[in-house]
């Protein structure tokens, strides 16, 4: 099973950007489509971003389409989410999670989470 450490998460201001990777463990990096996932405080964990194992389809939630891009670089099993134009309601845990599905579109597609990284959202 692919172990995940996501990092990169922090305290930003209201339309800044921050990127967060997500490193994997193993050599079968490239096998899984890969995803982002975030739990506000209070609130379930909601689906973000996916991306598939050659990294040439994405997919997003309404929430953050236009400024989230989710990509990878299998050479460094690493996958990345750069998060532009942040709001306050984009404050969460945001984790990392591998699949076996081609092309997952939700949390139900995913088998394997990181531990997460706080992003926090504030003026």
């Known amino acids: 099973q692919v172990q995940l450490v996501e990092s990169g998460g922090g305290l930003v201001q209201p339309g800044d950007s921050l990127t967060l990777s997500c490193a994997a463990s193993?050599?079968?990096?490239?096998?899984?489509?890969m995803g982002w996932s975030r739990q506000a405080p209070g609130k379930e964990r909601e689906f973000a971003a996916s991306i598939t194992r050659g990294g040439g389809s994405t997919y997003y939630a309404d929430s953050v389409k236009g400024r989230f891009t989710i990509s990878r670089d299998n050479a460094k099993n690493t996958v990345y989410l750069q998060m532009n134009s942040l709001k306050p309601e984009d404050t969460a845990s945001y984790y990392c999670a591998a699949s076996y599905v081609l092309h997952p579109r939700g949390l139900a597609d995913f088998g394997s989470w990181g531990q997460g990284t706080q992003v926090t959202v504030s003026s």
């Open positions: 193993g050599r079968t990096f490239s096998t899984y489509a």
